[in-house]
């Protein structure tokens, strides 16, 4: 003769799922975690080698660029050299921008399962 589960053994069943639940979206979240971890490295990465480089660049060109200049257009170089950098420096304020954007950062499918975790419950 087998009876139905009582209220406390149903209630224990719903705990040991939602905690089942909740540890596996815990676990996804830590792996997702990671990866935007790992990518949030590689853009502060690309952001610290690109400024070296244009730091480097930004030094030997414009004192070329100056040197050579000078006799020709004098002082009016200086400007001239301040917008080429200025344009450089916008420019990859834009790309990483777009990395950031490109969504590598965000964790798109422990979200989705929040989303989906919350929508069943309400």
């Given at each position: ?8 053994a ?24 990671s ?16 400024v ?48 950031i ?22």
């Open positions: 003769m087998n009876r139905p589960p009582g209220l406390i149903s209630l224990g069943n719903i705990a040991r799922n939602s905690i089942g639940l909740v540890l596996t979206r815990l676990e996804l979240a830590a792996l997702e975690l990866q935007a971890r790992n990518h949030l490295l590689q853009l502060v990465l690309v952001f610290a080698l690109a070296v480089a244009c730091c480097f660049a930004l030094a030997c060109g414009t004192v070329t660029i100056v040197y050579v200049a000078w006799d020709s257009i004098g002082w009016k170089i200086l400007p001239i050299v301040t917008g080429v950098f200025l344009l450089i420096a916008i420019g990859l304020i834009v790309y990483a921008r777009g990395m954007r490109s969504g590598k950062l965000s964790m798109p499918a422990t979200m989705a399962e929040l989303k989906s975790d919350r929508d069943m419950l309400l």
